[in-house]
């Protein structure tokens, strides 16, 4: 036991990553079976689908899960709120101040844990009142912000800098990952990349297939807004948005992610992987993942 499990209530200090579109009900509630801590993502999802998750999730397991909120869309403090009405224990949020949300859902007795790419972010989460922080490298894949650096400096900056717990986050995809994010001063890890090669992923398989396959120098940060960047694999279709982005309508190729991540079709969107995509070599399912992490 320490801080971070005692705090969720879970055997192992392994959260898992929300993904959006591919944490499903399934992968989620096997994380949790498993000893770690299951997460939703909830992106930009109409209110009411995200409480039929959870239910499916409910359905799955009685051990804790949890959901993410983005913080800057205008359903964040709906969100919270459904959290609390559903018995949730945690949330994380990411992408924007946590104040309003944090300070909902202390009220309520739910945890709250921010996600931050930099010391000045951790500082502010903390004076916000988050219950623990998860300091994200530039390693790992999906939306980050820009002014991040990697992994094993932001760590024991961040340890050094807040009082509350830290996680570490970005890079970590196996039992080394682990134990080197422990020495670094973090208390637990959140791991989202190795999920998707997972039995218990909704992912389509040739997705699953080039993710056992990729190099560790196969994924590109991505300008998906002024704001944010986003880290994806390598496909001749980025390699043609990079090359020339002012003939390719970024809105479209985005809302099409949905096709490369359950179609498997690479043609039209694309997928995020995190740079640890080069340690990954076989499909296994959640609960043999998290033993080997833990090991």
Known sequence: MNEITEMLGIRYPVIQGAMNPISNPEMVAAVSEAGGFGLLATGLKELEAVRQEIKAVQRLTDKPFGINIQTWTPAALKLAKISAEMALSAVTLSAGSPVEVCDYLKDKGVKSLAVVPNVANAVKSENAGVDAIIAEGTESGGVQGRNGVSTLVLVPMVVDAVNVPVLAAGGIGDARGFRAALALGAKGVQIGTRFIASQECIAHPNVKTIL???KETETVLFAQSQRTLSRILRTPLVEKLLAAPDRFDRKTIIAN?????????????FVSFGQVAGLIKEIKSVKAIIEEIVS
């Open 212 to 214: 056992c396959q990729a």
């Open 257 to 269: 992610q949905g096709e490369a991540w359950f179609n498997g079709n690479l043609d039209l969107g």
